[in-house]
């Protein structure tokens, strides 16, 4: 199986597994008791109904719409897949809600709809107006997406958007105004060829020209070829930009001599012959999806002084409209616009532009494993990961919106609008995407002890793509090509190595355990034999240098895969217990739970050192920890040895770690409700912000808890990050899913930098 049909695998999986699709609607008022059920519905509701009734602005106020855009195709341009239909438009719009949610916090309505002809899209969006907050047309092929969207842009008071048509042009014009200027090209004077004429292309033409491109100075090309005067069959939108021009008819003639090429038509229309006839420093944009008019390694190698941008993710100068609809819906409904208008649009343009000339935040530059991103040819355009197009692009379209007499709401404090735009971004799954980016900075090699198992091979094959580790497989070598052959898993290189067989290490690391155990019952003939356990050759292996971390425990208990690491890679100097701790990733940002894995009644001493060990894990995640020691009395309201072990340990945390913030002992709702702390216990050394660090008194209430998160608060686990042993290794829950193992390989990644 090669690599395309092992994505096409995945990529379906990902769309089917669990509930199938990727969005889902999810209630943002409690409905536990039957007062909130009375509230939330009959009769409570009628009451929110009434004052909208009496004065219909409040719709903002009592519902959801200032919130949320429909996402609304009839599936006649779908990617470049052409007219594929509605219903196979769906996972790309579920895509587009998606992005609008994790990078704007917008949500998102899908609608996929029968409409074939104009009138009846107009008539179905229209009858929608009451619902949403805006409306992003998308992949509505041209020319009828040209009038729908005027129709609805005159009928509607609400903003509607193409976003083929204007977030693309958007987000190309900031590319080309960019890569003008490192090229040396004047806007005014670019000869600049376009193939496609639909819906992006003419949008695009249209802002270039308001930015200074010259009508003469541009072609134009379609299915049928050029888009000349001479065409019959062109509508007045196409007849505009029609060339009068005799002397070309084809792509390649047009190619000759031109600063500039604009693709969003279909793949592969463009040759390397035609990029090098191009004027010096060249510009391509071959921006048709999934793949380009030219491929991106095909064109960069063609010619040295050429700037090059794709729509994919996978390539430099990813140019796509994700840079921008997030954004300016976003800023559109914050003040509430009527519509996005040409000076919201230039306004984008600009912020987009501009923001790609600041430096770059090192989070990005992880993210993207590269070392050096600054404005220049490979960096033409902000990353969409950057979180800083939240707040430079909302609230530039914001403020236009409002000096062009479109905004309801005016915006007065823009420093509380730009810290609300970071709220927005949340933070639960935002420390995984760090710490991924952190792993990919500096791979490591991690050496997996069970790698005949699919879930173990799968996960390795993710980060190993990821950039995030170099995996070494430890097993029966012919099982696990088997396993690998089954699923279509490839690696391309890859070091499997059987313990069982013995290699030329094996009696090195058998003279190691041997040396370490000798004095607690293991014989030489013992650890040789020990050795060829995959267990021991794994740790063996951390210990010696020949990888960087251990993962292991998905098939057996936990404590007899701890135990070969232990006894051939012992503890930190100085740590008389290991320790384990979970990081739930919830929905106000990670918290970390310990010991939830080890220790089943540690002392107030063990517990100092458990806590020292987690607050400097924590520390190397870039967080700063916030300890509270849980028991189930606050400061003393109740006597008992769980309360007072907690209570002395809290007293010789602070006495060893003066710098440490900690307190204890509390009640775990005293820990995550800042105001109930302060309120009732003010001084209390954590004031103001909640813990984000647990210590629980035993392992029972640890486990208890963070099992009854992950159950009923359905909060990611991340875990058990192991504490304590002198070099990473880390123990699986038995049966953790596949996405489970690969955030322990990152963890352990990071680990081992
Ligand atoms: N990177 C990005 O952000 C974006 C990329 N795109 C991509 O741009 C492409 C077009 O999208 P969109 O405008 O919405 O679709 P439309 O269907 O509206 O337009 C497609 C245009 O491409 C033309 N075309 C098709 N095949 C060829 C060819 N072989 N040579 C020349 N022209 C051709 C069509 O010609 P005719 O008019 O004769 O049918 C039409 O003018 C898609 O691949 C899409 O994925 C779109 C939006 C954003
Ligand atoms: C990116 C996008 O909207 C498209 O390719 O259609
Ligand atoms: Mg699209």
Same mark, same amino acid.
């Given at each position: 199986m090669n690599k395309a049909t092992n994505r096409k695998q995945d990529a379906l999986a990902y769309h089917a597994d669990g509930r199938p699709g990727k969005i889902e609607v999810v209630p943002s008022k409690p409905t536990n008791s039957q007062r909130d059920l009375a509230l939330a519905y009959s009769p409570g509701v009628a009451e929110p109904c009434m004052e909208i009734y009496r004065n219909p602005d409040d719709v903002y106020k009592y519902t959801a719409k200032g919130n949320l855009v429909a996402v609304i195709s009839n599936g006649t341009a779908v990617l470049g897949l052409g007219n594929i239909g509605p219903a196979a438009s769906k996972p790309v719009m579920e895509g587009k809600?998606?992005?609008?949610?994790?990078?704007?916090?917008? *949500?998102?309505?899908?609608?996929?709809?029968?409409?074939?002809?104009?009138?009846?899209?107009?008539?179905?969006?229209?009858?929608?107006?009451?619902?949403?907050?805006?409306?992003? #047309?998308?992949?509505?092929?041209?020319?009828?997406?040209?009038?729908?969207?005027?129709?609805?842009?005159?009928?509607?008071n609400i903003p509607v958007m193409h976003d083929d048509q204007h977030g693309t042009a958007i987000i190309t014009s900031a590319a080309l105004l960019n890569a003008c200027e490192l090229q040396h090209k004047k806007i005014e004077k670019i000869k600049l060829v376009v193939s496609g004429a639909g819906a992006a292309a003419v949008s695009c033409i249209k802002l270039y020209l308001k930015l200074g491109v010259k009508k003469e100075n541009m072609l134009?090309?379609?299915?049928?070829? !050029?888009?000349?005067?001479?065409?019959?069959?062109?509508?007045?939108?196409?007849?505009?930009?029609?060339?009068?021009?005799?002397?070309?008819?084809?792509?390649?003639e047009a190619m000759k001599g031109a600063d500039v090429f604009l693709g969003l038509s279909a793949a592969n229309v463009v040759s390397v012959e035609m990029v090098q006839s191009?004027?010096?420093?060249?510009?391509?944009?071959? /921006?048709?999806?999934?793949?380009?008019?030219?491929?991106?390694? /095909?064109? +960069?190698?063609?010619?040295?002084?050429? +700037?090059?941008?794709?729509?994919?993710?996978?390539?430099?100068?990813?140019?796509?409209?994700? /840079?921008? %609809?997030?954004?300016? %819906?976003?800023g559109a409904l914050d003040v509430r616009a009527t519509s996005i208008?040409?000076?919201?649009? @230039?306004?984008?343009?600009? =912020?987009?532009?501009?923001?790609?000339?600041?430096?770059?935040?090192?989070?990005?530059?992880?993210?993207?494993?590269?070392?050096? #991103?600054?404005?220049?040819? *490979?960096?033409?355009?902000?990353? &969409?990961?950057?979180?800083?197009? !939240?707040?430079?692009?909302?609230?530039?379209?914001?403020?236009?919106?409002?000096?062009?007499?479109? =905004?309801?709401?005016?915006?007065?404090?823009?420093n509380a609008y730009q810290e609300e735009l970071q709220v927005r971004l949340g933070a639960d799954d935002k420390i995984l995407r760090n710490l991924a980016s952190?792993?990919?900075?500096?791979?490591?090699?991690?050496?997996?002890?069970?790698?005949?198992?699919?879930? !173990?091979?799968? =996960?390795?094959?993710? $980060?190993k793509d990821e950039g995030i580790a170099t995996p070494i497989l430890l097993g029966n070598v012919a099982k696990i090509q088997k396993i690998m052959l089954e699923h279509g898993i490839e690696f391309g290189e890859i070091e499997i190595i059987d313990p069982w067989q013995g290699t030329e290490e094996s009696d090195q690391y058998a003279a190691h355990l041997f040396q370490r155990r000798q004095r607690r019952g293991i014989t030489l003939y013992e650890a040789k034999k020990l050795v060829r356990d995959?267990?021991?050759?794994?740790?063996?292996?951390?210990?010696?240098?020949?990888?960087?971390?251990?993962?292991?425990?998905?098939?057996?208990?936990?404590?007899?895969?701890?135990? &070969?690491?232990?006894?051939?890679?012992?503890?930190? &100097?100085?740590?008389?217990?290991?320790?384990?701790?979970?990081?739930? @990733?919830?929905?106000?940002?990670?918290?970390?739970?310990?010991?939830?894995?080890?220790?089943?009644d540690p002392t107030a001493l063990d517990m100092v050192d458990i806590t020292g060990m987690i607050n400097e894990t924590i520390k190397e995640f870039n967080i700063t920890p916030r300890i509270a020691l849980l028991s189930y009395s606050n400061f003393g309201s109740n006597t008992g040895s769980v309360p007072d072990k907690m209570r002395v340990a809290t007293a010789l945390l602070k006495e060893k770690y003066p710098d440490m913030i900690v307190d204890g002992e509390m009640q775990a709702n005293f820990a995550m409700n800042a105001e109930l702390l302060q309120s009732n216990y003010p001084f209390s050394s954590l004031k103001g912000v909640p813990a984000n660090t647990l210590i629980f008194p035993n392992l029972e209430?640890?486990?208890? =808890?963070?099992?009854?998160?992950?159950?009923?608060?359905?909060?990611?686990?991340?875990?058990?990050? /192991?504490?304590?042993?002198?070099?990473?290794?880390?123990? #699986?829950?038995?049966?953790?899913? $596949?996405?489970?193992? $690969?955030?322990?390989?990152?963890?352990?990644?990071?680990?081992?930098?």
């Open positions: 809600g998606l992005l609008f949610k994790i990078f704007a916090d917008i *949500d998102v309505f899908d609608l996929e709809i029968n409409a074939t002809t104009a009138d009846e899209f107009v008539n179905v969006v229209k009858a929608l107006e009451p619902t949403f907050g805006g409306v992003n #047309l998308e992949d509505i092929a041209a020319p009828m997406c040209f009038e729908i969207e005027r129709r609805l842009k005159e009928e509607m134009v090309f379609d299915k049928d070829g !050029i888009v000349n005067i001479d065409r019959t069959d062109l509508d007045p939108m196409r007849m505009e930009f029609a060339t009068p021009r005799k002397d070309i008819s084809t792509l390649a191009m004027a010096k420093n060249p510009i391509v944009f071959a /921006l048709a999806n999934p793949d380009p008019e030219i491929a991106y390694d /095909l064109a +960069i190698n063609s010619r040295k002084d050429i +700037i090059m941008a794709t729509g994919r993710s996978d390539f430099p100068n990813q140019v796509n409209n994700v /840079l921008g %609809f997030p954004y300016i %819906f976003r208008n040409e000076e919201m649009k @230039l306004a984008a343009v600009r =912020a987009i532009a501009e923001l790609t000339k600041l430096p770059v935040p090192e989070i990005v530059h992880l993210a993207y494993k590269a070392k050096n #991103l600054k404005f220049g040819k *490979d960096y033409i355009i902000p990353k &969409p990961i950057d979180s800083r197009l !939240i707040g430079i692009v909302s609230t530039a379209v914001a403020k236009a919106a409002m000096e062009s007499g479109v =905004a309801r709401k005016h915006i007065t404090d823009w952190k792993a990919k900075s500096a791979p490591k090699r991690v050496v997996f002890a069970e790698a005949d198992n699919y879930k !173990i091979l799968k =996960a390795a094959q993710i $980060v995959r267990n021991y050759y794994g740790a063996s292996m951390v210990e010696f240098g020949q990888a960087d971390a251990l993962i292991s425990g998905l098939t057996k208990n936990y404590k007899s895969t701890l135990k &070969p690491a232990l006894q051939v890679i012992g503890t930190k &100097p100085g740590v008389k217990k290991i320790a384990g701790m979970y990081m739930m @990733l919830t929905k106000k940002g990670p918290v970390f739970l310990g010991d939830t894995t080890v220790n089943p209430s640890g486990n208890v =808890a963070y099992k009854l998160l992950q159950e009923l608060g359905n909060v990611e686990a991340v875990g058990p990050i /192991l504490l304590g042993l002198n070099k990473p290794v880390h123990v #699986l829950q038995m049966d953790s899913s $596949v996405r489970e193992i $690969v955030n322990m390989i990152t963890i352990a990644v990071v680990d081992a930098q």
